[in-house]
């Protein structure tokens, strides 16, 4: 992928073109005093949001790592923060001081049995630089810390499919995020966005947008709601000074 225009603004409500959409209730929507049906899309945030409730819950009764627990299958290594493959062998990351990665695998190594890091529930504000040193994770939870900004190093991160930062402090998402291509679900429920990157048009893959309960972006989540992610990304691509190099 080639070098990204700096774009002076993302998009908003206030962007040209918004079609206000509808309020979403229990499978069903009103728009303009009508019930409506939900897409299928639009199901599958919602089961999305739900489920990031749920970890969200959990932390906050102590029960953190809640994305390694259930996905690897075994509760008895509360240290835990990889999700890992069927292998009950497989090399797995944790977390020490709530500050760094540390691990026997070699980072570098391009073929991995995990590919996943949970970091659910720590009170993190800050994400250390060594997470970006595994170059290979695909499945990042960030979920239910107190993170106001996300570094610019996520960019580094080139097979992340699936990032989860929902329950923080964050008002925007790093442009850069527009550089992980193979980004497939961008969860970021429950924080205080606004606007989006107009860089994240670059990501041509991303089925999944989740923006729910971002006081800021009501109109984002409406449109997303009526129109689906792939039309969004779309508009924010369109709506780049520039195009974008791939």
Same mark, same amino acid.
């Given at each position: ?148 900004? /996300?570094?610019?190093?996520?960019? =580094? &991160?080139?097979? +992340? *499919?699936? !990032? ?28 205080? /966005?606004?606007?989006?990157?107009? =860089? &994240?048009?670059? +990501? *041509?893959? !991303? ?28 508009? /924010? ?10």
């Amino acid at each position: 992928m080639g070098h990204h225009t700096n774009y002076p603004s993302g998009l908003n409500s206030t962007t040209p073109n918004f079609v206000p959409a509808a309020t979403m209730r229990h499978g069903t929507a009103t728009q303009g005093g009508e019930m409506i049906a939900v897409s299928k899309h639009w199901e599958q945030i919602g089961e999305y949001h739900k489920t990031t409730e749920e970890a969200h819950q959990a932390a906050l009764g102590g029960n953190t790592h809640y994305w390694a627990r259930t996905k690897s299958g075994d509760n008895r290594q509360p240290a835990t923060v990889a999700t890992s493959s069927d292998d009950p062998n497989a090399p797995k990351i944790e977390i020490h001081n709530n500050t760094r990665v540390s691990n026997e695998v070699d980072p570098t190594l391009t073929r991995q049995d995990w590919n996943g890091v949970d970091l659910t529930g720590q009170n993190l504000r800050i994400i250390s630089r060594a997470l970006f040193d595994f170059k290979f994770l695909g499945t990042v939870y960030l979920g239910s810390n107190k993170l106001r900004a /996300l570094p610019s190093w996520f960019g =580094e &991160l080139r097979n +992340l *499919y699936h !990032l989860d930062v929902s329950h923080n402090e964050l008002t925007q998402l790093p442009p850069e995020l527009g550089m992980c291509v193979f980004l497939k679900t961008l969860l970021a429920f429950n924080n205080k /966005l606004s606007t989006i990157p107009l =860089e &994240l048009g670059s +990501l *041509y893959k !991303l089925e999944y947008l989740g923006l729910n309960e971002n006081e800021g972006a009501k109109d984002l989540v409406e449109e997303i709601m009526q129109n689906g992610t792939k039309s969004l990304i779309k508009r /924010l691509l369109e709506s780049a000074p520039g195009q974008i190099a791939n």
